[in-house]
């Protein structure tokens, strides 16, 4: 539940005119000072003795309700509070709001409601009168959301996942073969026995079940606490939070390590401006490693933790973060980012918004201006009065996962998965995946990738493959029709298109490994992302972005010399074929010549039909054949 006003009603009892029974008010003094220091079980003893002696000691009646409720005996609390009430409470307001607060948690909406607006009649400062009509919001909200609960059923990860310790803060790869979890376990440090330290597990997935988690590969743990951690969509890439440590900046800062040779670097300390001499935490990158996501308490923000996002420079350093605004932040907390592959669906935790309790879980999307929308929650009873930290899904966006402490558990707190229902669904995300090698040599290599919508030429995603394996995993919203362009130093880009849009209703991940051709005399590529319309050698709009790119590529090459080809299918005309290839190529021709390539190094052929890559035996056949290409001479 939202913060009590316990430190107030412990210093306002401290302040209170002194009862003529000293022995009472010597006693009263003794309780509030051992509820001050937490010791609430000889607090509560020290208040029954009071009691025995004044049953109707408004005070000590008030204390113990507040012992009841910090030691989450709320039925207890809301029995003491309602006789507190009912004795008198003019000199003590805020206890209408403590007792609303207990009346909430035990689902008592309508009484709740009630102590609230006596508060609220009461209250003289502004915020804790918003606080208390937020509550009044929460209140209407919970009953209409216990009375139309979402569907959630959730599922134990099982004992591969999940151990006699806590496991919290999962965090997926696109493909859901690895996950990588936060594992509270007894310290390494000798000098620290008996304590509890964060560290990072993983565990891969085979079949339908998880392989036992084990500590993650390489530097990343230690004998401190490392935490909350965002992958990048190829894996190579982890940022995480990590605490009082010698390098930081501020109490707690977002760290990085790269993965290499399947092992993860010392971590690094993502530096400022990122991180502040405030809180800065639970970072979340996302799915085109451009955007960082995450919570802080720094000055400038609308409340307690505040929601903000920073771009990554291609030097690897960040710009000035920017506060994510009040449409998502309010004047308390929001913390538990979590972008989802499609880059505008944003889940989080807040307890500034209408709900059901605590931080609940909640969704916003950017609108077509860019802006977000007004968060929802993601109702009961995935939501519950108690605290709901956070919430990763997978890139097709139709499952969730969450930590969480339930009966029938592993134990402590552990992972979940449920099906998320329809209206809290991200845009479906599926994601290319596949190995870069040399064509030859059948060497793996690191290259760029760059996805681009072909209706804009705006470049959407960039990423690159390992330099040790080849490996890469980029993100795709199935929304698009897209070129993918993978290029390397010494060897021609690589060229594909293909439309998600429609692809079958399962939307199956594209896998595809990418051989690469060394620059050298003969060798040619198909420029897959040049269209006409048929019949026609006028360059359609779609061809920029690839058309460009072959530009930068003659740029950067300034030695090689090429031929574009044009290509047809076997239907119509021999003569005709061949004209209409040869005004193809020489489309392509003017283009680059227009964009600064020098025309000594191009020369431009049509063919006709004359040199087919598949027998034209069938549309799909005869659609390869239509084609143009370039050839190093």
């Not at 996002?309 to 929001?334: C, M």
């Amino acid at each position: 539940m939202r913060k009590f006003f316990v430190l107030v009603s412990i210093f306002f009892c401290f302040g209170l005119q002194a009862q003529t029974n000293k022995a009472v008010d010597g006693l009263f003094k003794q309780a509030a000072q051992l509820y001050y220091y937490q010791d609430y079980n000889e607090a509560r003893k020290t208040v029954w003795e009071i009691l025995k002696i004044d049953s109707l000691h408004t005070k000590s009646i008030v204390l113990l309700a507040t012992i009841y409720m910090e030691t989450a005996k709320y039925e207890d609390a809301a029995v003491v509070y309602k006789k507190a009430v009912r004795i008198g409470i003019d000199d003590m307001p805020y206890v209408y709001f403590d007792y609303a607060n207990v009346l909430f948690m035990l689902e008592d909406y309508k009484n709740a409601e009630i102590n609230y607006s006596k508060y609220i009649k009461t209250a003289t400062e502004e915020k804790d009168i918003r606080l208390a009509n937020l509550q009044l919001e929460s209140c209407k909200f919970a009953q209409n959301a216990i009375k139309n609960p979402v569907d959630f059923k959730p599922i134990n990860l099982g004992s591969g996942v999940n151990s006699s310790y806590d496991e919290y803060l999962p965090s997926i790869s696109p493909d859901e073969s690895t996950l990588v979890i936060t594992r509270k376990l007894p310290s390494k440090d000798p000098y620290a026995q008996g304590q509890r330290q964060e560290d990072f597990y993983i565990c891969s997935k085979s079949g339908e079940s998880w392989s036992v988690a084990k500590p993650i590969p390489g530097n990343l743990n230690t004998y401190f606490n490392e935490g909350a951690q965002t992958l990048s969509s190829d894996g190579n890439v982890m940022f995480f939070t990590a605490c009082s440590r010698k390098e930081g900046v501020g109490s707690c800062d977002i760290y990085y390590a790269v993965k290499y040779n399947g092992q993860w670097t010392k971590a690094i300390n993502a530096g400022e401006p990122l991180n502040t001499e405030a809180w800065e935490s639970q970072p979340s990158l996302s799915s085109d490693n451009t955007t960082l996501y995450f919570s802080s308490n720094r000055e400038g923000g609308f409340g307690g933790l505040d929601l903000y996002k920073a771009k990554l420079k291609p030097d690897g350093s960040f710009e000035t973060p920017v506060n994510l605004g009040p449409q998502i932040n309010s004047e308390f907390d929001e913390s538990g980012p979590y972008i989802h592959p499609d880059n505008k669906t944003l889940y989080f935790t807040s307890n500034g918004w209408p709900g059901m309790g605590g931080m609940d879980l909640f969704m916003s999307k950017l609108n077509e201006k860019g802006e977000w929308t007004k968060p929802v929650n993601l109702g009961y009873p995935i939501n519950t009065f108690n605290n709901e930290a956070s919430i990763a899904l997978n890139a097709k966006g139709n499952m969730a996962f969450i930590s969480s402490s339930r009966e029938g558990g592993r134990g402590g707190i552990d992972i979940y998965s449920f099906e998320l229902y329809e209206k809290a669904r991200p845009t479906e995300v599926t994601y290319l995946k596949g190995v870069v090698y040399d064509s030859e040599t059948l060497k793996k290599l690191g290259a760029k990738f760059e996805l681009i919508d072909l209706e804009t030429s705006k470049i959407i995603i960039e990423s690159t493959s390992s330099s040790a394996n080849g490996e890469f995993l980029v993100c795709v919203p199935t929304d698009k029709d897209y070129a993918l362009n993978v290029s390397k130093d010494g060897y021609l880009f690589f060229s594909e298109n293909f439309t998600f849009s429609k692809l079958d209703a399962e939307n199956k991940p594209y896998v595809k490994d990418i051989p690469l051709q060394a620059i050298k005399s003969g060798v040619s590529i198909i420029l897959k992302n040049v269209f006409f319309d048929s019949n026609s050698y006028t360059l359609k709009n779609q061809s920029k972005a690839e058309l460009l790119k072959l530009v930068d590529f003659m740029k950067k090459n300034n030695e090689v010399a090429i031929e574009i080809s044009g290509h047809t299918d076997d239907i119509g005309k021999d003569e005709t074929n061949l004209l209409l290839s040869e005004n193809r190529a020489k489309a392509v021709f003017d283009y680059l010549v227009s964009n600064g390539v020098d025309k000594s190094r191009l020369s431009a052929k049509g063919y006709g039909e004359t040199k087919p890559i598949t027998p034209n035996d069938s549309d799909q056949a005869r659609a390869k054949n239509r084609r143009t290409e370039f050839t190093i001479k």
